[in-house]
């Protein structure tokens, strides 16, 4: 007991023994001892009850806390956590609601965190403080993927593994995480193919001008066209490209792949092989799309706003000149990536050898050049020149 304490206790037993003898009022008692009248009739009713005992300090811990998180509940929020070392109060809080059903008492996600706190379960989530930025999404499923590849990294055999991903930007579901060789067309198209066929077409496909589909000289300011790009294009599906050194135009990637960092990436200290790595994706994005609450869709998961494209993948590729008016005058594209009209050589583009491309009347001579829907530029004869072996460019838009 401290000195503090004894010297209360003290004082308290002198203040009865003085009533006890009666020589003073109440009131007078009360002003010489320093307390309220109120205070001196509650020491005097705990001795008369309780004895010298009564005059001790009491907890004012109430007996009962109807706020207090039921162990059971907080037991509940702390599996979750270690479960899904990244989620915090509302994450947690959503899943606990979906588990107790409708009109159950759940705590507020500032309750639960609260119980991560204290067991010291706060911190490692994704990472925070990127710059405010102005949010859009497409209106339908399917009217838009994002695809990109995360930033590769090493196995323990030696060899590296690229993650390929792409989400749907209305839902934001995972179409496709896969643990990949490599950056290349060979590795990328039989997994859109497989993609095709399970979830259908996608109007557009946007990603940024890296390999498979953007590389070429001057890339960044006119995204080349590769054999992948005309693929999709022969599928009806338009490719397009996020703004040169703005990752931001492809923010829910951007997003996506912080968030397969803090739960995947950083939760495995070693990657044995692409199998192990695949084993981990697959897990992963069954929780991703079905189980994880996102806060940008209300809490609820990108499964339940992802629904599949009207648009089946064609097992037989279409026919290019299927796309052509009955008007065009169509060229074969040369080894070059060349073609000709008017005695003078234009360039379309290396991936387009062996390609045939239309010819359409514009305006003032002109013509604009297509690949099936695709119009790739627009020939100006009064801008060419006849200069041998020069290529002149398609004027772009």
């Not at 001008?209 to 590389?215: I, L, N, Q, R």
């Not at 070429?216 to 080349?224: F, K, M, T, Y």
């Not at 950083?266 to 192990?276: G, Q």
């Given at each position: 007991m401290s000195w503090r304490i004894?010297?209360?206790?003290?004082?308290?037993?002198?203040?009865?023994?003085?009533?006890?003898?009666?020589?003073?009022?109440?009131?007078?008692?009360?002003?010489?001892?320093?307390?309220s009248r109120r205070t001196g009739y509650k020491w005097l009713a705990r001795d008369g009850s309780e004895g010298g005992a009564g005059l001790?300090?009491?907890?004012?811990?109430?007996?009962?806390?109807?706020?207090?998180?039921?162990?059971?509940?907080?037991?509940?929020?702390?599996?979750?956590?270690?479960?899904?070392?990244?989620?915090?109060?509302?994450?947690?809080?959503?899943?606990l609601l979906r588990a107790a059903g409708p009109g159950s008492a759940v705590p507020a996600a500032s309750t639960v965190t609260g119980i991560l706190r204290r067991h010291g379960l706060l911190g490692g989530g994704t990472r925070a403080g990127a710059g405010?930025?102005?949010?859009?999404?497409?209106?339908?499923?399917n009217d838009l993927w994002q695809m990109d590849f995360k930033g590769h990294f090493a196995l323990a055999g030696g060899a590296r593994c690229h993650p390929l991903t792409m989400l749907d930007d209305h839902s934001r579901y995972d179409l496709v995480l896969a643990a990949c060789t490599g950056e290349t067309r060979t590795i990328v198209q039989p997994l859109l193919e497989a993609a095709f066929r399970r979830y259908g077409l996608p109007r557009q496909i946007l990603c940024d001008?890296?390999?498979?589909?953007?590389?070429?000289?001057?890339?960044?300011?006119?995204?080349?066209?590769?054999?992948l790009s005309l693929w999709l294009m022969r599928l009806g599906i338009d490719l397009i490209h996020g703004?040169?050194?703005?990752?931001?135009?492809?923010?829910?990637?951007?997003?996506?792949?912080?968030?397969?960092?803090?739960?995947?990436?950083?939760?495995?200290?070693?990657?044995?092989?692409?199998?192990?790595?695949?084993?981990?994706?697959?897990?992963?994005?069954?929780?991703?799309?079905?189980?994880?609450?996102?806060?940008?869709?209300?809490?609820?998961?990108?499964?339940?706003h992802y629904r599949l494209s009207p648009r089946s993948y064609p097992e037989r590729l279409p026919e290019v000149e299927g796309y052509y008016l009955d008007d065009d005058?169509?060229?074969?594209?040369?080894?070059?990536?060349?073609?000709?009209?008017?005695?003078?050589?234009?360039?379309v583009g290396q991936a387009l050898?062996?390609?045939?491309?239309?010819?359409?009347?514009?305006?003032?001579?002109?013509?604009?050049?297509?690949?099936?829907?695709?119009?790739?530029?627009?020939?100006?004869?009064?801008?060419?020149?006849?200069?041998?072996?020069?290529?002149?460019?398609?004027?772009?838009?």
């Open positions: 004894r010297d209360l206790m003290k004082a308290r037993e002198e203040f009865v023994e003085d009533m006890k003898r009666g020589s003073l009022s109440h009131a007078e008692t009360c002003r010489r001892h320093g307390i001790a300090d009491r907890s004012r811990r109430p007996h009962l806390s109807p706020r207090r998180t039921a162990a059971e509940l907080e037991r509940r929020v702390v599996e979750i956590r270690l479960e899904h070392p990244c989620w915090g109060g509302r994450k947690i809080r959503e899943i405010a930025f102005v949010r859009f999404e497409r209106g339908e499923p001008h890296g390999s498979p589909w953007g590389v070429g000289p001057g890339a960044e300011e006119r995204p080349a066209r590769t054999g703004r040169p050194r703005h990752p931001q135009t492809q923010g829910k990637e951007e997003r996506f792949h912080r968030t397969l960092a803090a739960e995947v990436l950083a939760r495995e200290p070693v990657w044995k092989d692409l199998p192990h790595c695949q084993r981990e994706f697959d897990r992963w994005a069954r929780i991703y799309n079905e189980v994880r609450p996102h806060e940008s869709l209300g809490m609820k998961t990108p499964g339940e005058e169509l060229r074969k594209v040369r080894s070059k990536g060349e073609i000709t009209f008017g005695n003078r050589t234009y360039a050898a062996g390609e045939v491309v239309a010819l359409r009347p514009g305006a003032a001579g002109c013509r604009d050049v297509y690949y099936c829907w695709r119009k790739l530029g627009t020939i100006d004869p009064a801008r060419a020149t006849k200069d041998k072996g020069y290529q002149n460019r398609l004027i772009e838009g």
